[in-house]
């Protein structure tokens, strides 16, 4: 069978493992825009939603590749700030990807908000351009809440402070094995291994 080549536009090692597991099984060389020879391309994300960053990101790629390529835009929906940080989750506090001030910006912002008031969830939109320059969008999200303090070694992002629905323990805290069952992006990735069946099917 013959492997076809699906490249992540992204530099977050943690994501490409993620995706890798998720989607074996199937047909497909996940690689990173590093694998690629395109490490250095940065695509600014300044879409006014999680879709229109995502498609943004994948075509910066696409335009550069002819194999399939994959583009996501997650963030973090909380309920009592209106839905921040959202859009602006990867650089809430003020330094693009820096866990900890994201982390700590988000623990101020709710430190009047009683536990049952934290309501949260996680969204991912992931962008995905065939070979072909087909662009498909798929979506998955994730509820719980945020907790008093960061807990867990394990994930990455806002993991050690969300906690799931239906569980007591955060995402950091729970580890891979669960978080990619549960999260956001293993539905929203649920829902590509779908739709990558069936272009594999065509």
């Known amino acids: ?19 890798r597991d998720i989607l074996k099984g199937l047909p497909i060389e996940v690689l990173s825009k590093k694998d690629v ?24 790629l696409a335009d550069k590749l002819d194999y399939m390529v994959l583009a996501d835009d997650s963030g973090l929906f909380v309920d009592a700030l209106n839905g921040e940080p959202g859009v602006y989750s990867f650089r809430y506090g003020g330094e693009e990807g820096n866990y900890k001030k994201n982390n700590d910006k988000l623990l101020e912002e709710l430190k009047d908000v009683p536990l049952e008031e934290r309501k949260a969830k996680f969204i991912t939109v992931m962008a995905l351009i065939t070979e072909d320059k087909e662009i498909l969008v798929v979506k998955g999200e994730c509820k719980g809440s945020i907790g008093i303090e960061p807990k867990g070694s394990n994930g990455f992002g806002y993991d050690p402070l969300f906690v799931p629905d239906g569980y007591t323990k955060t995402f950091a805290e729970l580890g891979d094995n669960i978080k990619n069952k549960i999260s956001h992006r293993a539905k929203a990735l649920e829902n590509l291994r779908e739709k990558i069946l069936e272009l594999l099917e065509d």
């Open 37 to 60: 020879g395109l490490g250095n391309l940065d695509i600014v994300e300044d879409g006014n939603s999680l879709e229109e960053n995502s498609i943004k990101k994948a075509k910066g």
């Open 1 to 19: 069978m013959k492997y076809r080549k699906l490249v992540v536009s992204t530099g977050n090692e943690h994501k490409i493992e993620e995706i």
